[in-house]
Structure formats: structure tokens, C-alpha cells
């Protein structure tokens, strides 16, 4: 085990969930703005309409900004986030999927270098030449999608290679499909939003509402497509995902469904009355408050796609907590729960405190804390007040009156389709549970 990353109050968990949450609009802007782009500079092309190449530029300068500089630091957020909560879940991806990130690296490259020389050189090269660079920049920015789409659908369903171990089992198991198809259309929605901001503010306002109209009729087409293509996703879910989020494993799963569905409701609502019916309700006032109700929607949809799957991080390999679940004989991996419950987990911790004695009350208590911490602390706070999941709160409920309560909690933990078992011996559930009861009490 690496070093627990601990993040007071708020929890490893939330900070992910936000930056990834903010990632995804300038992501799949990036993705789905330069389909539209493209579309716009061939009909200004073809019909010789150069008024049109305002928004061109105004809109490629947009995502040259919003999506290379905010959202390329917001990628790199996710990395470093992700890295320091769970290093051993990103270390189990990169071991199975390195080639994949390393073509996905290649094709952003292009994207990098493609959307800097398209911006550049507008109106300096010839027509053809600058749209062909437009299709670089999309086809290149797609199939970035198209691959990490793979690694994300993977962590939820990861199909036949936990039996066989093979890259293309993991990658095209029962999910990817339907979610690859889902992001692609919702792309076209978030990119028809930026696009109407752009148009909003055009100096030529006839031109600018004919294309309120036609991002609109785009955003209509992405939020529709999205929806019956999520659908899709729902019932492709493996049997245990659907139980915790469709059939009421865990009630809260189906709120956030809700709410993400309601969100997005509201934006289709707002392409349709604000973008087709009167575009001059369409402004960067209406526009940017329906990016705020895209990013609660996103963040519940994104919430519920990471509820669904616990217990694991990976899916029938590491559970949440970065304990390998599972045996993977094809990959020689063998199940650390056994070993953890006979060696014992603390005994096993390389980064612990030096002259712990677990025989003294002090000891008990810090080991206990920091055995909480790795075990729980990824999906649970440790402070009452936290905001995800306080373990304080949790456990008030079952209303315990001793330690040994606890301890005998931690033995059904397994029991729950959502929780992982408790992996240690029973100095360890000593040591936890003497520590979980004295945060009830506090």
C-alpha cells in the first residue's frame, strides 16, 4: 500500500468528483465543437458566405482557450487527484492499458498541434487546405474518445479478461459500446451550448441567429441521441450495477439518476425554446446558466456511472478501498483478502507509524485510524461533519455500545453488496473498532 492521501472534511472522493466533473465540459467540447466547426466553414465555403467566418474564428479561439489551456489543467488535475487517491487502481489500469493511453497520447498530440495551426492560419492558407485541417482536429479528438471511453467502460465492466487477462476483453466488454455512443451524442449538446454563446455574440445578429438555430437543431440531435443511447447503458450495466442503481441497492443512486435526467431535460427544453423558437432569448445570460445546470447534471450522471460501481474501483479485480479482490490467474494476480486476514493488514502496511504498539490503548487508537483511513477513508469521511458519507453518522445508527459491536459490524461488512469485506486479523478489527467507537462518541 502506498501512503493515504487524506483530505479533511471533503474526501479524496469529492475533490476527483469536481475536477472531473468540470473536466468533462471542456472535454467533450473539445470532442464535439469541431464537427460543428467544420460544418459552418464548408457551408461558408461552399456558398460563399464569408460573413460566417466570424464565427469560425471566435469559436475555434474558444476552444484554443477553455478547452487547451482551463481544461487541459483540469486534466492534469484528474491525473494528480486520481494518482494520489488511488495509486494502486491508476497502477492497475496503466499496467493493463499503457498502449491504449499511449495511442489515445499520440492522437491529442494532433489535436494539440492541428487546433493551433488551424487557428493560426485562418484566412492565410487556401480553403481546402484549412478545412482538411479541421477534419484532423476532429477525426483526432474522436478517437481519443473513442479510447479512453474503452479504460472508463472497463472500470465497471471488465467483460472477459478477468478470465483471460486480454486487452481487447476488458476493452470492448458489455458498456463500451453504449457509453462510447452516449458521450459522442451528449458532445454535440455541450458543444451546441458553446456555439450558441459564440453566435449570441456575433455583430452580424442575422447571422447569428440563424446559427443559434442550427446549434440548436445539433444540440436537440446530441441530447436526444444521448438519452436513448443512456438507456441503452442502463440495461447493458452488469447484474450487480443495476441492483445498487436501478433496483434500490442504494436509493440514493437513483436520485442522482433523476437529477441528472431532470438537468438534462432542461437544457433539451432550453435548445428548444430558447434556440428555435425565440433565439434572441438565446444570450451568454440563459447560455451560461444552462452550463451550470449541465455541470449538476454531469456531476450526477457521472456520480451515479461511479456509485454503480462498488464495491470496486476495477470491476471483479480491486475493490474501492485498492485491495485486489479477486484471483487473476492470466495475470498471476493473486487475492489479498485471505493473506491480509492471516499476516494481519497492519503488520503488512509498509508507511505506518515507527513504535506502534498495538498492546497499548494509544496504539490501538492511531493504528486503528490509520487502518480506517486505507480501508474506508476512499468512500467514507472520518470527520462527522464530512461530506461524503461520515462513518461517524454511519455508525451511530446501528447504535453500538461498545467496541466489540463494532467488530462484530466489520465481520458482516461483506455481507453488503456495496461494501468490501474487512481485510485483517483481529488485532486489526480490534484496533479499528476501538477507534470507529471513539469518534461516535466524540
Request: net charge neutral; with cysteine; hydrophobic share 50%.
Amino acid at each position: 500500500m502506498y501512503p493515504f492521501w487524506e483530505v479533511p472534511f471533503f474526501t479524496s472522493g469529492i475533490v476527483i468528483a469536481l475536477i472531473a466533473t468540470f473536466h468533462i465540459l471542456p472535454c467533450h467540447l473539445a470532442t464535439g465543437a469541431f464537427w460543428f466547426l467544420v460544418y459552418v466553414e464548408r457551408k461558408a465555403v461552399q456558398e460563399g458566405r464569408r460573413e460566417l467566418m466570424e464565427f469560425v474564428k471566435r469559436y475555434s479561439m474558444l476552444i484554443l482557450i477553455f478547452c487547451f489551456v482551463i481544461g487541459s489543467l483540469s486534466g492534469v488535475g484528474i491525473w494528480y487527484a486520481a494518482t494520489v487517491a488511488s495509486p494502486r487502481g491508476i497502477s492497475g489500469l496503466i499496467h493493463n492499458y499503457v498502449w491504449g493511453w499511449a495511442t489515445e497520447w499520440v492522437f491529442f498530440v494532433i489535436e494539440i498541434a492541428s487546433i493551433y495551426v488551424y487557428y493560426y492560419t485562418l484566412g492565410k492558407i487556401d480553403d481546402k487546405s484549412h478545412l482538411m485541417l479541421g477534419w484532423l482536429y476532429a477525426w483526432a479528438a474522436w478517437i481519443s474518445m473513442i479510447i479512453i471511453t474503452g479504460i472508463l467502460a472497463f472500470m465497471l465492466s471488465s467483460g472477459k479478461w478477468i478470465e483471460t487477462g486480454g486487452f481487447f476483453d476488458g476493452f470492448f466488454n458489455q458498456t463500451y459500446w453504449p457509453q462510447l455512443l452516449t458521450r459522442t451524442a451528449f458532445m454535440f449538446g455541450i458543444a451546441g451550448v458553446y456555439a450558441i454563446i459564440v453566435a449570441s455574440r456575433l455583430k452580424n445578429r442575422a447571422v447569428g441567429h440563424e446559427l443559434i438555430r442550427t446549434a440548436s437543431i445539433w444540440g436537440i440531435a446530441g441530447m436526444i441521441g444521448g438519452a436513448l443511447f443512456g438507456l441503452w447503458y442502463l440495461f447493458s450495466m452488469p447484474e450487480h450495477a443495476k441492483e445498487l442503481g436501478l433496483q434500490g441497492g442504494l436509493p440514493y443512486l437513483k436520485h442522482m439518476l433523476w437529477a441528472a435526467g431532470v438537468c438534462y431535460a432542461v437544457v433539451l427544453a432550453w435548445f428548444f425554446l430558447c434556440g428555435l423558437v425565440r433565439p434572441k432569448l438565446a444570450g451568454p445570460v440563459s447560455a451560461i446558466f444552462i452550463l451550470f445546470i449541465l455541470f449538476l447534471g454531469i456531476g450526477a450522471g457521472e456520480g451515479f456511472r461511479e456509485g454503480v460501481r462498488r464495491p470496486y474501483i476495477i470491476d471483479q479485480y480491486m475493490y474501492s478501498n485498492q485491495i485486489i479482490a479477486h484471483d487473476l490467474p492470466a495475470k498471476g494476480v493473486v487475492s489479498e483478502i485471505e493473506k491480509y486476514q492471516e499476516a494481519g493488514f497492519w503488520n503488512s502496511l509498509y508507511f505506518r507509524p515507527e513504535n506502534c504498539d498495538l498492546e497499548t490503548k494509544s496504539g490501538r487508537m492511531q493504528a486503528g485510524r490509520l487502518i480506517a483511513l486505507y480501508q474506508c477513508g476512499n468512500c467514507h469521511a472520518l470527520d462527522r461533519f464530512g461530506k461524503m458519507r461520515p462513518l461517524p453518522t454511519l455508525l451511530q445508527n446501528i447504535a453500538p455500545e461498545s467496541p466489540e459491536d463494532i467488530a462484530d459490524f466489520m465481520d458482516a461488512l461483506g455481507d453488503y453488496p456495496f461494501m468490501p469485506p474487512f481485510a485483517g486479523d483481529d488485532k486489526d478489527k480490534a484496533a479499528i473498532a476501538e477507534y470507529l467507537f471513539s469518534i461516535i462518541r466524540r
